[in-house]
C-alpha cells in the first residue's frame, strides 16, 4: 500500500466522517455534548486541507499530518485519540514507500496500546477501543474482516456502561445508547475496505 | 520560578479559576488560563495550551492543572514531547491555589506538583 | 430532587462553576451560584446563600459545596439552623459535577453528598 | 452590666474600628487580601444602624442583634466568626435585664468555644482565638486584665505560621506579622475597659 493508498484512505474516511456528521452527533446528544460528528467533520476539513497543501512523500507523512491535523483541529476528547492513533501508525509504518499489510496490522496494533495509554481505557469501557480492539486481530486477516469486527465490536457497545469519557458521569444511564467514538472508529476502518 | 497553567473546557472558568488563585497565593509566580476551543466553544485547545505554557515559562519547568476529560488528553498530548512541563492529578481550584502558593516561594517543579497533589487530601471541614 | 449550591469568593467563578456542571451532568437536578459579596466583590455572602438555597429547594434536601475560606465559615453560620442543607467536603468543580449527576439520578441526600466527597479520591490520570 | 452598658460597649467597638480601619486593612494587605478594617466598618455601620432601627429590650438583644448583622453585612471570614462571638454571647447571657460579671466570663468562655469550632481552630493558629482565648480566663478577675491578656495575645501572633485562614497559605511567610482578626479581637475587649 502506496502514499497514493493512504491518501484515497484519508479521503474516504473524510467523505464518511461528512455522510455520518449527524448521526455520529445524534449519537453524542444521547450519552455525550453532542459534538463528535461536528468536532471530526471540523477535523477532518483541515487534514484535507493540510493534506491538499503540502501533498505527503510517504505513507508515514499521510497519516502523521493527519494525526497532527485532528490534534490541532477537533477541540474534544476524540481530537487527541484519534490524532495518537494516526500518528503512531504513522511512526510504526516508517519511512517505507510501500506497507506490507503485516505492517499494516502491526501498525494499528500499536495504535491500540497508544490510544488505552492515553485515555487509560481498556475494551469494555464503552469508547471507540470497543471497536478498535476487536479489529486488530482481524486485521492479520483482511479488512473485510477487521471492518465487521469494529461494526460488531461498536454495535456491542450499546450494553455497556460507560466508563471513561464524558459518557462514564452517566454511570448506568449510558446504557442503552451506541458508544458515538466506536461508531466513528467502525466507520475509519470500513473506509480501509473500498480503497 | 515554576509556572501554572489551567486548562479547562470553558475559557471563563479557567480565567476565574487564575483570578481567585492570584487573588489568594498572589503574582510571585506566572499562571495562565487556556479555557476552550479555538474558536471558543466548550473543549479544549491544544494551540491556547502552547501559547498558555509559552506565556509563563521562565525555564524552571511549567505544571498544568487540567479540569476533566478531554482537558486531561489535550495536556497528555501535549507533554508527549516535552520533559519540563507536568501534569498534577490535582482538583482543579484547590490544587491551582496551593501550586501557586507554593511556585510563589520559588520552589522547583516536583514541589509544586507535590503540593497541587496534596489539595486533594486537605478537608475543608476540619 | 436534591439541590445543589455552590458558593465561592468569587461571583463568576461560582457561574462559570454551574455552567460547566451542567453541561456535563444536565440539568435534571437544579443547582445555582452564590458567588462573592451583596455589593459584587470578592467575599461571600449569606444573604446570596439563602436566595440560591431557596431557588434549589424541592423539599429532598440541599447540598453546598465551598470553594475555600470564609465560603466554608457562611456555609456553616448558614446551616447552624437548617438540618435539610448539608456541606459537602468536595473539591469544589470535581465535587459539583459528580453531586449534580448523582442527584440528577433522583438519589437521596446522603448519596449526592457521598458522590460530592468521593470525587476527592478519583485520579484523573488513571 | 444592663442593656445601656453594651450598646455603649458595641458604640465603642464601632468608634474603635473606625480609628482603626485604616490600620486593620494594612495588617491584612501584609498576610491576607487587603479588607479587614473595610469589612468591619461595614459591619458595624450596619449594626448601628440595626441597633438604631429597633432599639433592643435586653442586653442579649443587643450582642444578639450586633451578631446577626455582622454574619449578613461583613463579607469576609470575620463577619460569620464575630458574628457567631456576639450571638454566642447574647444566647448564653439569656434574658437577664442585668448581666453579672461572671455570667459575661462564662459567655466568653461559651464564645471561644463557638469560634473556634466555627473556624476549626485553636490557639497557635494566629487568628482572633489568640487575642480571645488568654482574655477569657482573664475576665474572671477583671476587664483590665482581660484587655491586657487580649492584647499581649495579638501581639504574640507576630510570631506564629498562620495555620487557619488566607493567611495560611503563606506558611511560612506569614511569620513576621501580626494577625488583623486577633488585633481586632484585642481592640473589642479592649473597649470593654472604657465603657
Ligand atoms: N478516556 C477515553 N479513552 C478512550 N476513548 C475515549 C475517552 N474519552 C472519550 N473517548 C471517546 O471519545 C468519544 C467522544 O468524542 P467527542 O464527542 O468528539 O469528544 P468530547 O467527549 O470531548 O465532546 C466517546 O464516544 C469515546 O468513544
Ligand atoms: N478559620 C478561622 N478560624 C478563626 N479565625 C479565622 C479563621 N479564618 C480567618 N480568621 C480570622 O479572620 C481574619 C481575617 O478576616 P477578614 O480579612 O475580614 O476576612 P477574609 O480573610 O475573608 O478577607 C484573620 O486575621 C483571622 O484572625
Ligand atoms: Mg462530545
Ligand atoms: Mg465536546
Ligand atoms: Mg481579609
Ligand atoms: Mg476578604
Known amino acids: 500500500m502506496d502514499t497514493e493508498f493512504f491518501l484515497r484512505w484519508i479521503a474516504a474516511v473524510t467523505d464518511r466522517v461528512r455522510a455520518e456528521r449527524d448521526h455520529l452527533t445524534d449519537l453524542d446528544r444521547a450519552i455525550g455534548d453532542a459534538d463528535h460528528g461536528s468536532n471530526l467533520d471540523r477535523g477532518f476539513t483541515a487534514v484535507e486541507e493540510a493534506l491538499a497543501a503540502t501533498p505527503p512523500a510517504t505513507p508515514a507523512d499521510v497519516l502523521v499530518t493527519t494525526g497532527t491535523t485532528l490534534i490541532r483541529k477537533v477541540g474534544g476528547a476524540s481530537g487527541p485519540l484519534y490524532g495518537t492513533m494516526f500518528r503512531t501508525l504513522g511512526r510504526s509504518i516508517g519511512d517505507a514507500p510501500d506497507v506490507t499489510a503485516d505492517a499494516l496490522a502491526d501498525a494499528f496494533s500499536d495504535a491500540l496500546a497508544a490510544i488505552a495509554k492515553l485515555g487509560s481505557a481498556a475494551e469494555g469501557d464503552k469508547t471507540m477501543i470497543d471497536a478498535l480492539a476487536p479489529a486488530v486481530p482481524a486485521m492479520r486477516t483482511s479488512f473485510d474482516a477487521a471492518a465487521q469486527a469494529a461494526l460488531d465490536g461498536a454495535e456491542a457497545t450499546t450494553n455497556l456502561r460507560a466508563r471513561k469519557g464524558r459518557a462514564s458521569y452517566l454511570g448506568e444511564r449510558s446504557v442503552g445508547h451506541q458508544d458515538p467514538g466506536a461508531t466513528s472508529m467502525a466507520l475509519m476502518i470500513d473506509a480501509l475496505r473500498a480503497v | ?126
Open chain 2, 1 to 126: 520560578m515554576v509556572g501554572l497553567v489551567l486548562i479547562s473546557h470553558s475559557a471563563r472558568l479557567a480565567e476565574e479559576a487564575v483570578a481567585l488563585a492570584v487573588g489568594i497565593a498572589g503574582d510571585d509566580a506566572p499562571i495562565h488560563p487556556a479555557g476552550g476551543t479555538d474558536d471558543g466553544g466548550l473543549g479544549t485547545s491544544i494551540a491556547k495550551l502552547e501559547t498558555a505554557v509559552a506565556a509563563v515559562d521562565q525555564g524552571d519547568g511549567v505544571v498544568i492543572l487540567m479540569d476533566l476529560g478531554s482537558a486531561v488528553l489535550t495536556a497528555r498530548t501535549f507533554i508527549e514531547d516535552r520533559t519540563d512541563v507536568v501534569l498534577a492529578d490535582a482538583p482543579f481550584i484547590e490544587g491551582a491555589i496551593s501550586a501557586l502558593v507554593t511556585a510563589g516561594t520559588g520552589a522547583d517543579l516536583a514541589a509544586v506538583v507535590a503540593a497541587a497533589e496534596e489539595a486533594r487530601t486537605i478537608g475543608k471541614l476540619c
